[in-house]
């Protein structure tokens, strides 16, 4: 069975760092994309990151505007698992936190990027973690 487990959440400052996990299990990292999605109070679903490979070695990582330059997520192949290191979070961070996959990867997504936004691509999703920002 595929299983997707996020945890890192808490609360934390404006200014302040969290950093989330994603451990996977029931499949390899060698053909996947893994994205990050949140959703605040009274807030539609957003992408937030996605992480992609198609050979376990190169990796494409994607970011929405709203958390580049603060956000990186990362994967770590012999940990099956995918973090999103968020510093300098904001009040508008604030949210539940979702981690999902795909695989294999789907080679649209070499040419649009945009495809993994989508929450539909993804086929695995694991339950959410919360992230509070204090102002």
């Known amino acids: 069975d595929v299983q997707l487990q996020a945890s890192g959440g808490g609360l934390v400052q404006a200014g302040g760092s969290l950093r989330l996990s994603c451990a996977a299990s029931g499949f390899t990292f060698d053909d996947y994309a893994i994205g990050w999605f949140r959703q605040g109070p009274g807030k539609e679903r957003e992408g937030v990151s996605w992480?992609?490979?198609?050979?376990?070695?190169?990796?494409?990582?994607y970011y929405v505007d709203s958390v580049k330059g603060r956000f990186t997520i990362s994967s770590d192949n012999a940990k099956n698992t995918v973090y999103l290191q968020m510093n300098n979070l904001k009040p508008e961070d604030t949210a539940v936190y979702y981690c999902a996959a795909d695989f294999p990867l789907s080679r649209r997504s070499y040419y649009k990027p945009t495809y993994y936004w989508d929450p539909m691509k993804y086929d695995y999703w694991g339950q959410g973690t919360q992230v509070t920002v204090s102002s």
């Open positions: 992480l992609g490979s198609g050979d376990g070695k190169t990796r494409y990582t």
